[in-house]
Nanobody, 123 residues
């Protein structure tokens, strides 16, 4: 059983930066691909970014390319999402998720989820 705990969310202004962290425990972190998802009120959960368990491959949804950067530290069992040039459209609850020895995919392909952290970007 893997536990995921997100942190780093908050209320910021447009153009500001935030770094989200997701600390994992209870499993072999290096064997999990990690994804960041977000869900805004009234919208479906969408993938924002993901990093393969091998650490070599990453994915970004088009709307965050060039602004967000995902990384992982297999010593600290933590995945990060550096978010720069934040926009009001980035406002959502951000979740991290873990998929065992698989690449990224839709939400149903992930085995474990965190509780989420709120990101609010004011204009």
């Amino acid at each position: 059983q893997v536990q995921l705990v997100e942190s780093g969310g908050g209320l910021v202004q447009a153009g500001d930066s935030l770094r989200l962290s997701c600390a994992a425990s209870g499993g072999t972190f290096s064997r999990y691909s990690m994804g960041w998802f977000r869900q805004a009120p009234g919208k479906e959960r969408e993938i924002v970014s993901a990093i393969h368990w091998n650490g070599a491959n990453t994915y970004y949804t088009d709307s965050v390319k060039g602004r967000f950067t995902i990384s992982r530290d297999n010593i600290k069992n933590t995945v990060y999402l550096q978010m720069n040039s934040l926009e009001p459209e980035d406002t959502a609850v951000y979740f991290c998720a873990a998929a065992y020895l698989r690449g990224w995919g839709p939400p149903k392909s992930y085995d474990y989820w965190g509780q989420g952290t709120q990101v609010t970007v004011s204009s």
